[in-house]
């Protein structure tokens, strides 16, 4: 793929001013932290940060990424984290920008990723706020809007109190479990002139604590259980994406004679073309998943998401279950994101891989062979050229459009087919929002095709037509800095999810089924998905209504977006779900 560098977009001219300010030692704090991407829409409260980042740093390390929405901001952040692990930070304005975001900040916080999300206020001084506006924009406890579903957060009174939140912020935001942080900036600091910088710290000893590991008792039960047993089974939950570690869980995997269970909702955590693997990688166990569950008697679970919820599911399970997971230190009152509580036998308190690497060594399974990028590996087969498009025939033609790219797919829509396509390696698939917040597809696409955009894996996303166009703006930050990747357009002309839900209720009501579309429907007009692609910047594809137009798009999407640019297509499919989906979202029990 043609490398593309952002740092030719947004030159600024050179800047010759003298003295120092506040907002630039904050800025060189950004620069030390190894950030490098702000994602912002600009506010009045950072004034001083945005100048500072432009005239003081050039707009390099970190360089700004201008969004027309600040859900866009996190989103995008939390699609670059996603790949690489590592946060990218977020500036939102004030309390309104805050906001804006906070329902990207909440899918974040739902899936576990690292962003580093700044704000700004006040004057917190009354006597020094302009009239009207600044009264309008300042908060007495800001972080209160979000504190429920962020790490951490702080408003220093001082530069020096400041540098400290920075620095504790990254910290914090990087460690086991992960997720987003907040520091808010008070403007009167941000502006304040100082006579010299104050000395930047030693970063190098400001790092995240090494993993936490599970006792040698935990790990010697856990292997003789594992050891032993005749049918274990292994959930592979949030594990990471570093390919080493992908290879020891295969092993692990093949040394047990274990089966595997995967979930779609995490991403690509083991090869589901793997003999080992079993069911379906879904949002709601199938049929033969649960089987698998009911079948075993020892159940390993590496920070597997619900556990509790998928073993109701499977029915009567009577295997002891090991757990391995640190997502216990976020639980809090507010929020259920933590699903219902597990009965477990055994709970090794650290992350999932270092559980699986200790209980390996134990057993004396090797390191196994590491995965490499191998082309997409579609499930299946690609359906006849005329055939009209539904999600299933969208996913056969996906395939042969595709053959032979090696891709990343960041985002499925809500009603895809786990069946539908094989995970051979970590990155193969990125997983789901975490939160279930509609309209972040688009921003997590273009940052995790930032964090892709030096590599040879083409960025895919299939996307939900109400995704895409409750977010359709943040395209044009993608085409602003060249961003390629390629997205096509599930587009069912409808909140079909609602459907499903309005059909249940009028069979359990005895009324009309055949009313389930209104208020639902997104029609009459046809909204022109390519064409909104196109004012974005970037290239609208379609409407394709046929397996072999799509599979024409998808060659030639795949060509553009090789030539460096962002590639959106509408694929007009039938509205419907798989029937995995529609059963788990209408079970009631």
Known sequence: MTEHRLYQVERPVSSDSLGVWGSDVFADMLRGLGVKYVALNPGSSFRGLHDSLVNHLGNEDPQMLLCLHEEHAVAIAHGYAKVTGEPLAVILHSNVGLMHGTMAIFNAWCDRVPVLIYGATGPVDAALRRPWIDWLHTCR????????????????????????????????????????????????????????????????????????????????????????????????GRVSRDPADWARRVAFVEGLGAKVLTDIRIGASFPTDHPRHRGKPAFFIDDAAGAVLREADVILSLDWLDVAGTLKLAGEVTAQVIQASLDYQLHNGWGMEHQALPALD????????????????????????????LPVKPALNAPDADVELDIMTLAGALGEGLEGV??????????????????????????????????SGPGMLIGAALALKDSDRLPVAVLGDGDFMMAASAFWTAAH?????????????????????????????????????????????????????????????????????????????????????????????????????????????
């Open 481 to 589: 800095y060249g961003t390629p990747f390629l997205a096509v357009v599930s587009n069912n002309r409808s909140f079909y999810n609602d459907e499903v839900h309005q059909e249940r209720v009028a069979v359990a009501r005895n009324r009309p089924v055949e009313n389930k579309w209104i208020g639902q429907r997104i029609g009459d007009p046809d909204i022109d998905i390519a064409g909104v692609a196109r004012a974005q910047g970037c290239e609208g594809i379609g409407p394709v209504f046929t397996a072999g137009e799509l599979v024409e798009a998808i060659k030639q999407g795949v060509e553009m977006v090789r030539a460096g640019k962002s590639v959106v297509i509408d694929a007009r499919v039938q509205p419907g779900y798989n029937p995995n989906m529609v059963a788990g979202l209408t079970r009631s029990d």
């Open 346 to 373: 055994l709970h090794l308190a650290c992350g999932p891989d270092v559980a699986m690497h200790a209980i390996a060594d134990a057993l004396g399974v090797g390191a196994g062979e590491m995965p490499g990028d």
């Open 141 to 236: 406890d800001q972080a209160s809007m979000i504190r429920n579903y962020v790490k951490w957060d702080d408003q220093p009174g001082s530069m020096e109190a400041a540098l400290e939140s920075m620095l504790r912020a990254d910290v914090i935001a990087r460690s086991e479990p992960k997720g987003p942080t907040y520091v808010n900036f008070d403007v009167s600091i941000q502006e304040k002139q100082h006579a010299q910088a104050p000395a930047l710290p030693d970063f190098a000893r400001y790092q995240p604590p090494l993993p936490a590991a599970p006792s040698a008792e935990g790990v010697a039960r856990a292997a003789d259980l594992l050891k032993n047993a005749k049918a274990p089974v292994v959930l592979a």
């Open 406 to 439: 090696c891709a990343s797919f960041v985002r499925w829509p809500l009603g895809w087919a786990g069946e539908a396509w094989h995970f051979r390696h970590p990155l193969d698939f990125l997983g789901s929002d975490g939160g279930a917040g509609i309209g």
